[in-house]
């Protein structure tokens, strides 16, 4: 289980780092929502691609270390593991100057859009952490056969933004 103080401790040293992070997947929801709402097996973060090496090296200090053999792996993304159990799955992007951003979908050079507005605040226990937008949310949410934990994720969002 991903518990919201780990949380708030990588979000915390990673900006010490001088790292631009955002929080996607359940706990980006939770944050929008401004509560936990169910257990979190890990916590998504989208980071600057051109930050990675000290994203890496701050989360290392941390104890974390890369999985290998993550599906979809690079250039997509990779996930870090620590001893204690907690996952965190990282999303390079790359920002235009429109200030959207792109991440690599795959090593055909197919790529994922953000675009500029969803990069939005919510709240983990009261403190303001970057995440992605509700709209942003159910895009990502709309590309596979949602789980049931998913359903409820976005029957929250719609509940609280309306969302179609």
Request: glycine share 10%; proline share 7%; hydrophobic share 40%.
């Amino acid at each position: 289980m991903f518990e919201s103080a780990e949380v708030l401790r990588v979000l915390t040293l990673l900006r010490e780092a001088g790292c631009e992070v955002w929080v996607g997947g359940g706990w980006g929801i939770d944050a929008l929502l401004g509560r936990v709402t169910r257990e979190h097996h890990d916590l998504d973060l989208m980071h600057l691609a051109k930050q990675e090496p000290v994203v890496i090296e701050t989360l290392a200090g941390l104890g974390y270390r890369e999985l290998p053999g993550i599906v979809p792996g690079r250039p997509a993304r990779f996930v870090m593991r620590d001893t204690a159990g907690h996952e965190i799955d990282l999303h390079p992007l790359t920002f235009q100057p429109d200030g959207s951003a792109l991440q690599p979908a795959d090593d055909q050079g197919g790529t994922f859009a953000y675009p500029a507005d969803c990069f939005v605040e919510g709240a983990v226990h009261g403190a303001r952490v970057p995440c992605l937008s509700a709209a942003q949310q159910e895009l990502f949410h709309s590309g596979y056969e949602p789980r049931e934990r998913d359903l409820l994720d976005l029957a929250a969002l719609r509940e609280r933004y309306g969302t179609p």
